[in-house]
C-alpha cells in the first residue's frame, strides 16, 4: 500500500485525475472503475479539465461505477447515474455506450448483479479503480460484516451509511436502504486501486485501513491484500496515522 498525504483537498483531487489521465493517456482503451460521493468531485473537475486542455481523451475509455441506489431511476438527480453525467460524462467525450452503472430499476437484482459482472469481464476487467472510504470503513456499498468474496449483489445500507447520505437527499426517509454494489472481490480484481479520502471524518476509518487488522468488520482493511493500491489522503484524513518515514 502506497501512503500519499496531500497538503490539502485540491491537491489531492489534483493528484488522483493525474493518475487516472495517465492511466487514459498511456491506455486509450483503459476500463476505469469510478466512484461516487463528495471525495471524487474534486478529482472529477480536474479531468475535465485535462480534457479541455487537449491533455486527455476519453474516446475509447470505458467505465464501471462502484455502485447505484436500488428502486432509484437513472433520472433523479439523486442518483448515481444522474452524479457521474453531471459531474464527469457530459463534460468529456466518452461514449454513452461506454458508460456502466447498475440498473437501480432492475427487477431481476440477481440477473442484473450477473449482467454488470460479465459485462466487466468481457471489457477485460478494470485497469484502475478509483474509491472513496464510508466513515463506517465501506468500500463502493459493501458495509462492515460484507463476505470479502462477494462479486456485485444487492446490499442493505447500513445507518451509519444512510445518515451518511441523507445531506444528498430531503430527508433521512427518502435515503434508499438498499444498493446495488460491486463486491470486495469484483474491487479485488481490479489491477490497480486508487483510495481517496479527505477531512477529520474520515481518519478513523483510514487508520483502520492502513494500520488494522484485514477484517471484514472494516471491509477497506482487505486492501492491504492487493499488491497495486495508492491511497490519497489529505493531512486531516492521515492525521491519527504514526508518521512515516
Ligand atoms: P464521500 O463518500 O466521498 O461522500 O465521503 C465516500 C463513501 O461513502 O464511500
Known sequence: MEVIIAKDYDTLSKQAAMLLASQVISQPGSVLGLATGSTPVGAYKNLVAFYNEGIVDFSRAIV??????????????????????????????????????????????????REYEEKIRRAGGIDLQLLGIGGNGHIGFNEPGDSFKSATHLVELDSGTIAANSRFFASRDEVPRQAISMGIKSIMAARRIILLASGAGKAKAVYEMVQGPVTPEHPASVLQLHPQVIIILDQEAASLLPPRA
Open 64 to 113: 464501471f461505477n462502484l455502485d447505484e441506489y436500488y428502486g432509484v431511476a437513472p433520472e433523479n438527480p439523486c442518483s448515481y447515474r444522474w452524479f457521474m453525467e453531471d459531474n464527469l460524462f457530459k463534460h468529456i467525450n466518452i461514449r454513452q455506450e461506454n458508460t456502466h452503472i447498475p440498473n437501480g430499476l432492475a427487477r431481476d437484482t440477481a440477473a442484473e448483479c
